[in-house]
């Protein structure tokens, strides 16, 4: 079995919002789909140890706002890589209140689709929410975010528990001026493209980004990072 056939499988980045009635939460996916039109029907993927996950099992309910191709890093960080049991990640985030009570996000954002789940489907570590369409909406006229632009163009990584999740392949030797990885979510910096939504010009070596660098993605400091092998 070559599992490099799952990496021609293309997909969309996604934050899905439910909550619990005291509070909302949000989280990035990149399996979110439509099922069918009439009526209008859409399904998600989630992992069962997500806060998200506890969330639309007891509302039943689930936002879905499509990301914007030109969302920074730390965006998608915030969503993807962080916990909502360690901290609001709504905090300083722009978003409007829905038809289901759940938060759509307006910040790097394309369109927003909201649904109410009528069946759900067990697989073992994640579990598919299926929702009726209640509401939907286009937020601003841009591309979407794709999978592979975002791993490929943004250098973005996926976390563990991303159903799509695979053990990054084995590193190409080392170019020019050395590459790091961040150790707390798997971030490559890359010299040759440097960091340009924290204003990092590409030609820019790790040595030399400045003291009070983080991570774009997760937020960790510099000494977090390791020369890669
Ligand atoms: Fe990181």
Not at 72 to 98: A, C, Q, T, W
Not at 99 to 118: K, L, R, S, Y
Not at 152 to 168: D, I, N
Request: glycine share 8%.
């Amino acid at each position: 079995m070559n599992k490099a056939a799952f990496f021609k499988m293309s997909y969309g980045l996604y934050v899905v919002s439910s909550g619990d009635g005291a509070r909302f939460n949000g989280q990035i996916a990149n399996t979110v789909f439509q099922v069918t039109s009439e009526p209008a029907t859409i399904a998600v993927c989630i992992n069962k140890q997500n806060l998200t996950h506890e969330f639309i099992r007891q509302s039943r309910k689930f936002t879905a706002s499509i990301v914007a191709r030109s969302a920074p890093l730390e965006f998608i960080g915030r969503f993807g890589f962080k916990s909502g049991r360690d901290i609001d990640k709504f905090d300083g985030v722009n978003y409007k209140i829905g038809v289901t009570g759940f938060p759509i996000v307006t910040d790097h954002t394309v369109a927003a689709i909201e649904a109410e789940v009528f069946d759900e489907l067990d697989c073992g570590t994640h579990r598919i929410f299926v929702g009726r369409v209640v509401d939907c909406d286009v937020l601003r006229d841009e591309e979407p975010m794709t999978y592979a632009y975002y791993h490929e163009v943004k250098g973005g990584k996926s976390p563990k528990t991303a159903p799509t999740y695979q053990k990054e392949a084995p590193p190409r030797p080392a170019a020019k001026a050395d590459r790091y990885v961040c150790s707390v979510c798997g971030y490559v910096y890359d010299p040759e493209k440097g960091d340009p939504d924290s204003g990092i010009k590409p030609g820019t070596p790790f040595e030399d980004l400045p003291e009070d660098w983080t991570c774009p993605v997760c937020g960790a400091e510099k000494d977090k990072f390791e020369k890669e092998a």
